[in-house]
Structures are given as C-alpha cells and as structure tokens.
C-alpha cells in the first residue's frame, strides 16, 4: 500500500485547508484511516481517525473544526480544515491501519498569524 498526502500550503488564521490522501495497492482489511500531524519539537499526535464501519474521533484540539471522510471510488480521505490557528502548523500525516500500518509522506501546513 502506498499512501500520497497533498493539499498542505500556507494559510492566515482563520482560513481553510483540505488535505487529501490517495491510497494504491492492496488495501484489504482496511480497519482506519486517520490523520496525525507533528510540529517542530513535538510528538506525532492523532488529529482525526475513522473506522471501517464510518465512526469518526478527533482530537480535542481539532473538534468542531476538523473534518474527516473518505471517497471509497477514489480510495481517498480527506481532511477538511476550517478556522485554522497558528498552534495547527505542522506536517500532517495520513495513516492507513490493516494488519500493519502505513504512512503517508506528509505535507506541511503552516498558518500565520
């Protein structure tokens, strides 16, 4: 499986993002896909994950601002991103869990103040 983030860049606060994650090859026993994100200094920390069956959790930090969905026809997830802070700043990574677990590249984001 291979996984292709896109869709960081640089934005004012406030602003919005959608961050996509296209998925290739073998994804049998897909169990979650999710985003993780990590600024400068800091651990890699889950953003958003959803489930095979559709449920969806978000980090605190994220809730009521961040959306997570899927295109199955496309093999694709998104991240869509809305009322951007600066504390949001980091590479964003998309992670796909079966009996292993695979990463995207990641794509940074990175929101000015």
């Known amino acids: 499986v291979q996984l292709q983030a896109s869709g960081g860049g640089l934005v004012q606060a406030g602003g919005s993002l959608r961050l996509s994650c296209a998925a290739s090859?073998?994804?049998?026993?897909?169990?979650?896909v999710g985003w993780y994100r990590q600024a400068p200094g800091k651990q890699r920390e889950l953003v958003a994950i959803m489930s095979s069956g559709g449920s969806t959790n978000y980090a605190d930090s994220v809730k009521g601002r961040f959306t997570i969905s899927r295109d199955n026809a496309k093999n694709t997830v998104y991240l869509q991103m809305n009322s951007l802070r600066p504390e949001d700043t980091a590479v964003y990574y998309c992670?796909?869990?079966?009996?292993?677990?695979?990463w995207g590249q990641g794509t940074l984001v990175t929101v000015s103040s």
């Open positions: 992670n796909l869990q079966t009996i292993y677990t695979y």
């Open positions: 090859g073998s994804m049998f026993s897909i169990s979650a």
